[in-house]
């Protein structure tokens, strides 16, 4: 199973995160999840945005 965490804004509008236009995607749950709470922390994206994780396969 991969996760992706997205910021998500007005229930239609998704943010994904990437580096060197490789999109950021996790294996294990645990680590998507540390990923979101980083990002969190960091203030990584407006207070408008929600942060979610999503099961993309």
Not at 18 to 43: G, P, W
């Amino acid at each position: 199973m991969l996760f992706r965490v997205v910021g998500v804004y007005l229930d239609d509008i998704k943010v994904t995160f990437a580096d060197k236009q490789q999109e950021f995607t996790f294996s294990k749950l645990k680590d998507a999840q540390d990923f979101l709470e980083e990002l969190r922390k960091q203030e990584a994206l407006p207070e408008n945005y929600e942060l979610k994780i999503e099961k993309i396969s």
